[in-house]
Structures are given as C-alpha cells and as structure tokens.
C-alpha cells in the first residue's frame, strides 16, 4: 500500500476485480507509465472475497454475449473476444492460481479460496509497479484541458488518464455503492437506471416457501411482464424463510426487477417440470394411474419432485394425497397438473443491493468504443467492469466480463502511451 502521489499517468478508481486486472495489465504492457490504483477500502477486494461462496467462480468454461443481459451483445461479445477465457484460465497459472471447472462449467481454484485469487492479483500489482493507493475514496474527477483532477477523501491526484473500475451497487459494504455513476454522469455520461440482479426473492404470504426452507430443486421459472413472458430460465431453486433463492432465482430477478423498474406488472410462475407442458404431466399421472391405481396421490407427485414439496403443494391445492389415482377425479387431476406447470410464485420484491451479486444498468455501452473501452464522451476516461450497463447470469460471467474489459482498456492505453511516445 502506498501513499497518494501527486500525480500519475494513469488513475484507476476501484480496486476491485476490473480495477486490479486493469492496473496489472496496463503494467505488464507498458513498465515506464506510472499507475494509481485508488480504493475507498483499507482492505480492498472484498466483493472478490465473498464471492462463490468464498470460493471465487473466477470464470466459466464456455461464455459468450448470450450469457449477458442489457447493454448491445454485439459490444459485449468484441469485448470478450479480445480476452476470452483461455486468457483468464492463463493469467491465474501465471499467478500461481490453477483453475478447476465443475458443475456448469464454473471454474474455481484450485484451493476453493477466493483469499487465493485476491491474494495472487494483489501481489502482481505490487511486483508490476502498481501504486495501490487504500483508504482513498475518490470523490470527483474533473476533466482539466491536458489532464484530470482526482479528488480523494485525502487529497489530489492529477492523472492523464483515468479508469472507472467503481463496479455498481451490489454489496455496498464492499465499496460497490453507485458512487462511480455520479463521477462518470459528472463526465457528460449518461446511467442507465440501476437495480439489483442476481439478487434472493422475497415472497409474500400465503405461500409454501417457510414450511420448504432449505429444500432445493430444479424447476423452470418463467418471468412475465403485463402477461407477456420476457425470460425462461431453468435451474435449481432453494426455498427459504424469506422466499427463494438458488442460481435459477437469481438470475430470473434481473428480469422481474427491470420489468418494475419500467412500470410493467411483472409475475413469476414455477413449472416444477422443466420442459414439460400441461399435456405431459397430466398424460404422466394417467400413465401411473393404468400402472398402479392404488398408488396414492401423494406418492405420485413424489415421482417429479421432493416429496416435502409434493405435500406442500396438494396442501395449498387443498387435494387429498391419500386418495388413490383410481379415485382421482379428473378435473382434480387436470387442476393439479396445471398448477405443477404453472405454479404462481407471489414475489413482491429482492432481497436488494445488500444481497445481490451483481448491479443491472449502468453507463450505456453505445458510449464506449469497444475497441479500447474509452469514453465517446469523455476523451482519456475509460470504463471497466460492472460499471458499464452489462451483467451476467450466476456462473462467473461477470468476473470475465471484468478480465476482458479491463485487458481492453489496458491495451488501448499501452498503445496511446507508446503513440505519444
């Protein structure tokens, strides 16, 4: 840890995941230009701490545009291009951080300590020249005629160039508190309105959530907006005291969260069937019915799901589990079957910033070239990471949208810096 210089080629406000990526990168490229790396935290990198568990999903094994949401997928998809996860799975066996790939295609370290991956990428700032500046929160940059003024709660920084790395709003207590949109809006920016994403549900009463928690399953989630169905998702839900949460959840409360966000009545519905329609699981307990007519109502709905969620759901349908299928009458059956294809889950808002895992909207894309990750509109302000109006599903998207971008922008400024040159 350093303290503050008085000035710098390059500033980089954030030392997150970007942050650091980009601070290492630009120099790894270009030893001679000074670097700052400014940080509000006395211990930065906490979101990389909790994140995956505390096992840090550093990327996936396959990512592409279509594992990202907002922003223009043809923006996104040059960005990851030019870095793409070969790169990253690199970089970390240059640190010392070799990588293992499970479920989903989800890499993690080796160790299963995100303290690792924070550790190594700590340490190669400091053995590439970095100036890690802790305890310094930036609050304003303004745009002078040959350079920028870096205002940080302990004093001025005067920098050439400088890079957004705040991230968004989620985990605020991270040092993710929005604070970079207000710096970037100051700079002729404009936000795209932010809300949570990846982000545990909140379910009203009556509901079947309290009696389930701790239950996890993989159901279908559909996300409709004024009745129209924006996003399908399928994946494992875990029920909780609260509502819902589980990857399948937390991806899906981006699209309910938006959905509100623009005055649109958003609703979710399970299907506790993936990928089957009404037809199928109503033509599934007629089949169990011709099998085994004293098979108990209860027990056949067990078939497709834990049986504590079978219980709960004829509960709440007021149907009786121990009536045989031979007695099943047909409109009970019919109405079981539709409420296993499209159970109403009665979600009222998320858990919020605290809990989410990643921010949706920010700084809109359109006014960033791709190519370097610098401004349109600010010339030598570049943007990285969750700052940008970009977020990924749950399975270490958003980490390598963070490694990608910030090679970008790390390139475009070792390559300005040898220009001048």
């Known amino acids: ?41 006395r211990r930065p990198g906490a979101k990389i701490l909790v994140s995956g568990g505390s096992r840090c999903n550093v990327t996936n094994a396959s990512v592409s545009e279509r594992d990202f949401w907002g ?6 998809r040059r960005v990851l291009r030019a870095f793409p996860v070969a790169d990253t799975v690199a970089f970390f066996r240059d640190l010392g951080v070799s990588l293992h790939e499970e479920a989903g295609g989800k890499l993690f370290p080796d160790s299963n300590r995100a303290r690792d991956v924070l550790d190594a990428l700590i340490a190669e700032a400091d053995r590439t020249g970095v100036a890690l500046v802790a305890g310094h929160r930036a609050t304003r940059v303004e745009r002078l005629p040959d350079a920028f003024s870096v205002a940080t709660t302990e004093g001025e920084l005067r920098a050439r160039r400088v890079v957004l790395a705040t991230g968004g709003q989620s985990l605020p207590k991270s040092g993710s508190d929005g604070a970079g949109y207000e710096i970037a809006r100051s ?55 609260f509502g819902v949460s589980g990857p399948v959840a937390m991806n899906a409360s981006r699209h309910w969260l938006r959905a509100r966000l623009e005055g649109r009545t958003p609703s979710i519905t399970i299907n506790f069937r993936p990928g089957a329609q009404f037809d199928a699981v109503d033509g599934a307990l007629r089949e169990l019915a011709a099998e085994g007519p004293k098979m108990m109502v209860r027990k056949a709905v067990a078939t497709m799901m834990p049986a504590s969620v079978a219980d709960a759901i004829l509960e709440r349908l007021t149907i009786d589990g121990d009536l045989a299928l031979a007695h099943f009458p047909r409109e009970e059956r019919r109405r079981l079957s539709r409420a296993l294809v499209e159970w109403e889950l009665p979600v009222v808002d998320s858990r919020g910033y605290n809990f989410a895992e990643a921010t949706a909207g920010g700084v809109t894309l359109t006014e960033i070239d791709p190519g370097t990750m610098e401004s349109r509109r600010c010339p030598g302000l570049y943007c990285v990471g969750e700052i940008l109006d970009v977020d990924g599903r749950i399975g270490g998207f958003n980490f390598q949208w963070a490694w990608s971008s910030a090679c970008v922008a790390a390139r475009a400024i070792a390559r300005g810096a040898a220009g001048a040159r």
């Open 187 to 241: 700079l002729g920016h404009t936000i795209v309105p932010t809300t949570p994403a990846l982000a545990p549900l909140v379910v009203s009463e009556p509901s079947i959530h309290a009696q389930l928690s701790g239950v996890s399953q993989e159901v279908e989630l559909s996300v409709r907006a004024d009745r129209a169905v924006v996003a399908r998702l399928t994946g494992a839900l875990l029920w909780t005291h």
């Open 71 to 76: 922003g223009r997928p043809a923006i996104i």
């Open 1 to 41: 840890m350093r303290a503050l210089p008085a000035s710098c080629d390059v500033a980089i406000v954030g030392a997150g995941a970007a942050g650091l990526a980009t601070a290492i990168f630009t120099r790894r490229l270009d030893p001679s230009r000074p670097v700052v790396l400014l940080d509000s935290a």
